[in-house]
């Protein structure tokens, strides 16, 4: 009896031991199986990359723009580029309206000068009608008051002086709306592609490498251009501001000559 259960008993262990090598064999296996699987995805990657970046070489810089812009969805790109094309446009019309209104401020002083001493304020006047730019209609509107004494001059210069500035100064907010929204909207693009992401990782199961890389490459691509377009609107809204400060610089200076021109024609024409 002794000897059955003996040999039972060897029998069972050298079971167990069969089963316990074929499972830490399957295990291991197993465990091969998903380094394989780990390791074919990331060449898989590399290879991806490795073809994209030949084709980037091979393309210029106007299909390179198109193919980040399809990248980095539509969707959400084409509103950084309509606050891009807006702000620039707006930017163009007030940098041509600016450098039409300047003109050789101390030649025009010099011409008013000799108007007013050969042919009076009327011919000033016709001067100054047939000038451009800020200056001109300033000195017009106090030379139409000069009649009505030296304080309705300054009131006028000043008055019509705040017009002018308005006018200079016109669609600069809408320049730094856009200068605001377009990086805003970049960044909302790639929470928005970030989410997308992650949903499709939990669709998956998984951590694939090349998904979250992808959709993290995708979703930045929004704010990359979010932030150049506001790069370069920045630029085109800081030299308008610089532009208008030299005009309005230029203008309070030669409102202070009109006065001094109109008191000393007074004086003239008193003698």
Known sequence: MKKVISSLMIAAMMTLGVSAMSFAQENGNNGEAAKTAVSEAAKKGEEKGKEAAKEAKDLDFVQVLKQKYIEGDPLWM???LICLIIGVALAIERIVYLNLATINTDKFLNDVESALKNGGVESAKDLCRNTRGPIASI???GLDRADEGVDMVEKSVVSYGGVQMGLLEKGLSWISLFIALAPMLGFLGTVIGMIQAF????????VSPTTVADGIKVSLLTTVFGLIAAIFLQIFYNY??????????EMEDASISLVDMVIKNKVAAAK
């Open 78 to 80: 084409t509103p950084v």
């Open 139 to 141: 000195f017009y509107q």
């Open 199 to 206: 949903d499709k990782i939990v669709e998956d199961g998984q």
């Open 240 to 249: 308008i501001v610089s532009k208008i400060d030299g005009l309005v610089n």
